[in-house]
């Protein structure tokens, strides 16, 4: 599946904004879906997610009551809602697809087959 993430931009700290990951042509069915992010020099991290057939939501401690992960009820969109941005929350965020990732992989990068291509984040103090 091809997914496209948009939504990044500068803003300044305390502000949000919204990111999207659509799948091309498909639905999110049957796919675990997440948001990773990196910033420069270090590696890619869990943000946010769902277990496939959205069946639970998880977050990383670091965004746990600041950011929210959601979709439209076609399960073509997922978003990313981020709310009182840090600096520390700049990075490029990624949007991936997983139709065979279990519960307990979730979290790691390697688990995800299909990738957005990114979006920019930067918040500036």
């Known amino acids: 599946v091809q997914l496209q993430a948009c939504g990044g931009g500068s803003v300044q700290a305390g502000g949000s904004l919204r990111l999207s990951c659509s799948a091309s042509?498909?639905?999110?069915?049957?796919?675990?879906v997440a948001w990773f992010r990196q910033a420069p020099g270090k590696e890619r991290e869990f943000v946010s997610g769902?277990?496939?057939?959205?069946?639970?939501?998880h977050y990383a401690d670091s965004v746990k009551g600041r950011f929210t992960v959601s979709r439209n009820s076609a399960k073509t969109m997922v978003y990313l809602q981020l709310n009182s941005l840090e600096p520390e929350d700049t990075a490029v965020y990624y949007c991936?697809?997983?139709?065979?990732?279990?519960?307990?992989?979730?979290?790691?990068?390697?688990?995800?087959?299909?990738w957005g291509q990114g979006t920019q984040v930067t918040v500036s103090s």
């Open positions: 042509g498909r639905t999110f069915s049957n796919y675990a």
């Open positions: 991936a697809a997983a139709a065979t990732a279990i519960l307990s992989t979730i979290r790691t990068p390697t688990a995800y087959k299909n």
């Open positions: 769902f277990s496939r057939n959205f069946g639970s939501t």
